[in-house]
């Protein structure tokens, strides 16, 4: 557990009142992210503060209205899972790297460039995101952030987001092996040829067909039919 001057501080405000806890920010952050099963070692203070930086301790009534209990554990638990926690530079740095690395990859997968109906390259996705100064939340999830995060790079990166249809062929000898690999993609048909050929269409989203047709291809080392189908 750390020291209080590296503590970070977590907080809740209702009804007019805030109340504040110093905590371990690694331990804190664990537990919220569901890293951490228990509530041991993340207290750094065993002190309700309303006010933590002037050391001002909470009043007893407003904290027993507010929680129902005094119990500072149980506290804790309310106010990490329905409160604010404090961001050291560290980890607000790491955990926008980590949101913008998982954005990208979304994108990646599952947008095309509606002009040529090819995946946008990641450095150009990148360069999109650095000229549109988009300001990413490191708490939101990634989907819940990518509809305002899309409305502001298609002003800069045409983007189109569609599924496609790939027919398949694949021959006897590597047909077993594929299997599971296209189901996992999203197998809407398949069929056994008579000469054991395996024949299936995936759906997949327009940005993932290169890494479809990559990992497909070293499967079956270059033995595999595919097809574009129309919509």
């Given at each position: 557990?750390?020291?209080?001057?590296?503590?970070?501080?977590?907080?809740?405000?209702?009804?007019?009142?805030?109340?504040?806890?110093?905590?371990?920010?690694?331990?804190?952050?664990?537990?919220?992210?569901?890293?951490?099963?228990?509530?041991?070692?993340?207290?750094?203070?065993?002190?309700?503060?309303?006010?933590?930086?002037?050391?001002?301790?909470?009043?007893?009534?407003?904290?027993?209205?507010?929680?129902?209990?005094?119990?500072?554990?149980?506290?804790?638990?309310?106010?990490?899972?329905?409160?604010?926690?404090?961001?050291?530079?560290?980890?607000?740095?790491?955990?926008?790297?980590?949101?913008?690395?998982?954005?990208?990859?979304?994108?990646?997968?599952?947008?095309?460039d509606p002009r040529t109906n090819a995946p946008h390259t990641q450095l150009r996705i990148e360069n999109a995101l650095d000229e549109a100064?988009?300001?990413?939340?490191?708490?939101?999830?990634?989907?819940?952030?990518?509809?305002?995060?899309?409305?502001?790079?298609?002003?800069?990166?045409?983007?189109?987001?569609?599924?496609?249809?790939?027919?398949?062929?694949?021959?006897?000898?590597?047909?077993?092996?594929?299997?599971?690999?296209?189901?996992?993609?999203?197998?809407?048909?398949?069929?056994?040829?008579?000469?054991?050929?395996?024949?299936?269409?995936?759906?997949?989203?327009?940005?993932?067909?290169?890494?479809?047709?990559?990992?497909?291809?070293?499967?079956?080392?270059?033995?595999?039919?595919?097809?574009?189908?129309?919509?």
């Amino acid at each position: 557990m750390t020291t209080l001057d590296k503590a970070i501080i977590a907080s809740y405000e209702h009804g007019g009142n805030r109340f504040e806890l110093y905590v371990d920010p690694d331990a804190a952050y664990a537990y919220k992210e569901g890293r951490k099963p228990d509530l041991k070692n993340i207290l750094v203070s065993e002190e309700i503060y309303s006010d933590a930086k002037k050391g001002e301790r909470a009043k007893a009534e407003p904290v027993q209205k507010t929680f129902g209990t005094s119990d500072i554990v149980k506290i804790l638990e309310f106010i990490l899972k329905n409160g604010e926690i404090q961001l050291t530079t560290e980890q607000r740095k790491k955990k926008l790297e980590e949101k913008r690395k998982q954005i990208v990859a979304i994108l990646l997968r599952e947008a095309i460039d509606p002009r040529t109906n090819a995946p946008h390259t990641q450095l150009r996705i990148e360069n999109a995101l650095d000229e549109a100064r988009i300001s990413l939340d490191p708490f939101k999830d990634p989907r819940d952030q990518l509809p305002d995060i899309i409305k502001e790079l298609r002003l800069i990166l045409p983007l189109k987001f569609e599924k496609i249809r790939i027919a398949v062929k694949i021959s006897p000898l590597y047909a077993h092996k594929c299997y599971s690999v296209l189901k996992n993609y999203g197998m809407m048909q398949e069929e056994w040829a008579k000469d054991g050929s395996f024949i299936a269409v995936v759906e997949i989203f327009g940005g993932m067909q290169g890494e479809f047709y990559d990992r497909v291809n070293k499967l079956t080392n270059g033995s595999v039919e595919t097809k574009l189908l129309k919509q």
